[in-house]
């Protein structure tokens, strides 16, 4: 597709972006079942963009319920060859404040199911290389945008996925604390492998909504709390979403557009057609 498009995935309110036009609601069907919601694609800033609800419209799905591989292929499939993630997060240090920003450029894995976070398998083998999860070049975009508005951003940082759906107790969210790390959330790494496996560039803007539960003098995390402060953020996700999408390049040639271009692993001779046949958007151009 020659006209490439940017991909946001996000909280519901994401969509209602002034001067977000020609919006169209998508269904995609994917080999992995159902995105979380169909994908509402449109004009923003002079760019083709395709939104996704993350949680579906109403939030209707559990972080650990998300259909990582459905949503991605069907980014991949509309054309989409940059992602902007916005979602919220807990803070693991002082430093970061509830309605601050966090640019993470490293994950800390958590999960229990990272078999879903991978097209692969199915007779086709392929490891991608991970060392820098996060797009650098559209994490910077991000930082110089929220920057030039003149947010409260913070430069990387690790973000510890856990699972969910119940937020930590407090051992974890200490461990975490005194470990260093910077953010806890709960949806952003299987994104993360996903767009990479797709050769999507990704990035997270992390929008801090509490202070999980290590901090002794804080009112520990609550769903009041972090709806209260998702309301706050969305306006400044907005903000720097419109700033920063003239700035994405027209044509994919960042490191993340190749990430697959060395690492499948099963000769080619051996690529079953069925597995082929399902990843068609993300192997086209090794085909």
Not at 12 to 26: A, D, M, N, P, R
Not at 67 to 87: D, E, F, Y
Not at 126 to 133: M, T
Not at 201 to 226: F, I, L, N, R
């Amino acid at each position: 597709m020659a006209n490439h498009r940017v991909g946001i995935i996000g909280g519901s309110g994401l969509y209602h972006i002034e001067g977000f036009t020609q919006q169209k609601w998508v269904k995609v069907k994917t080999p992995f079942g159902p995105p979380s919601d169909d994908l509402l694609t449109g004009k923003l800033c002079g760019r083709d963009v395709v939104f996704l609800p993350r949680h579906g419209r109403g939030h209707r799905i559990l972080p650990n319920e998300l259909n990582h591989r459905a949503n991605l292929w069907a980014m991949k499939k509309l054309g989409v060859a940059w992602i902007v993630s916005v979602s919220a997060v807990g803070s693991l240090q002082n430093r970061y404040r509830p309605c601050d920003i966090v640019l993470p450029d490293q994950f800390l894995d958590r999960t229990k199911r990272s078999f879903e976070h991978t097209f692969f398998g199915r007779g086709l083998v392929a490891h991608i290389a991970f060392a820098d999860p996060i797009c650098e070049e559209l994490r910077v975009l991000m930082l110089e945008s929220a920057s030039v508005l003149k947010r409260r951003v913070h430069n990387g940082g690790t973000y510890v996925n856990m699972e969910g759906p119940a937020f930590s107790t407090r051992a974890e969210s200490i461990a975490n604390h005194k470990a260093g790390f910077d953010v806890v959330g709960m949806t952003n790494l299987g994104e993360a492998k996903c767009a990479r496996e797709a050769e999507i560039a990704y990035a997270t803007m992390a929008m801090v909504t509490d202070y999980d539960c290590w901090k002794g003098d804080e009112a520990h995390v609550t769903v009041e709390m972090v709806i209260a402060n998702l309301q706050k953020n969305a306006a400044q996700a907005k903000a720097i979403i419109a700033h920063v999408l003239p700035q994405i390049p027209k044509a994919p040639t960042w490191p993340c557009h190749s990430a697959l271009k060395n690492a499948i692993m099963t000769d080619r001779k051996f690529w079953p057609a069925k597995t082929v046949k399902e990843l068609q958007p993300l192997l086209e151009k090794y085909l």
